[in-house]
Every structure is written in C-alpha cells, then in structure tokens.
C-alpha cells in the first residue's frame, strides 16, 4: 500500500497566516484531519507531521522542525509528501487554490501532480486554479520523494475566509485531494460517505429506467 507524509503546515507556538477570524494552523489540521480520514478509507497509508496544536518537534528553531518533517518521509520512504498551507496577500480580492514545487522540479513528475491536485480541488469547490508555482521551501527542498504543498486559499480574501469556516467546505477542499492523490498514487478513491451512496443510488435509477423501456 502506498505511503504519503501530510504535512498541516506550522502549528504550537507558529500561527502561520492569520485572517480576520481563522488562523492557517488550526484550519491546516482540520482540513489535513479530514484528508486523513478519506485516504485512509481509500487504503492508503498515512503518517502525519502533527495531528494537534504543535510543531512537529516541539521546542526546537523552525528550520530543525521543518527538517524533521522532511525526515520522517525520508526515513519512511514515503510515496508522496503533501505539505497543507493557506495563503496571504496584503490584496484582499486574491483568491484561489494553488499547489507548489521546488524549482528543481519543474517539468517533471511533481509538476504533473501538483497540477491534477490544484485542478481536483478547485474543480470540487469551485475556487479560482491558480495552478502549479515554484518555490524553494525547505519541506519541498529536502524531501527525497515527490513533494506538493497546497495553498487551499487565501486566508486574507474576506470572501474565501468565509469558506473557510465551514467543515463542509474543507471537507470539500479534502474529498478533492483525496481523489487526486488516489489516483496519483495509484490506489481507487473509495470514500463510503454520502457521496459515493448518492452516485450509487443515480446509477441504480438509471438501470431500471433501461430496464423498463428494455
Ligand atoms: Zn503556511
């Protein structure tokens, strides 16, 4: 089965990017917290950097924390890494989902991931794809495998803060990644929560309108 590192970025005594009401930590966990869940469901295995309000390795400077994020992957030869962040602009009109790679990985295989990710969740929200960005953080620059870090939105958009606030949207912010992820690891996304019942239930529908005109 295969293995992916999920990241909720910053946590403990790191905030990260504050709106007017959400700070990205505590909403990074509850969207990973779900994510979790789905892959999980879908059976794949997951190890998460951190599953509450702390650093990874609580105590240490920033940089030690965030290699020991990349290390854990490393050192359990994860399949994928999939760091979760939400962005932050001084222009309160940005908006948008973007997913971004080390430079070194431009036009590879990591590029192509992150791209089916940004497009699997805006396409389930229907949040602007800002699609594919490079960057050289350092949980992308010294994980060994392919790496993604999500920006699922701005923090700092009064319009998408006010999506964030809501389970069902960062459930739909997760169900969206699970099926990217699923797919790019290679595993049938089989999620048994009102969704898939729904779709279920159509298809029956379907076969026995056939049948009676068959
Ligand atoms: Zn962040």
Known sequence: MPIIVLDPGHGGRDPGARGNVLTEKAVNLQACLILRDLLQQSGVTVLMTREADRECVPGV?????????????NAERADLYVSWHYDASHDP????????????QRGQSAYYKADLL?????????????????????????TMMDALLIEGGFITSPQEEGQLVSEAFLR?????????????????????????????LFQGAEIAE????A
């Open 61 to 73: 400077a920033e940089h030690v924390d965030l290699k020991a994020r990349a290390m854990l992957a």
């Open 93 to 104: 009109n940005v908006h948008g989902v973007s997913v971004w790679i080390h430079p070194s």
């Open 118 to 142: 940004a497009y699997k969740i805006a396409a389930n929200t229907g949040q602007k794809n800002r699609g594919v960005y490079l960057g050289d953080f350092q949980v992308l620059r010294e």
């Open 172 to 200: 739909r912010q997760a169900e969206g990644a699970a099926m990217a992820i699923c797919q790019i690891v290679g595993v049938a996304y089989a999620v048994h929560d009102g969704v898939e019942p729904m779709a279920v």
């Open 210 to 213: 056939v049948s009676r005109h």
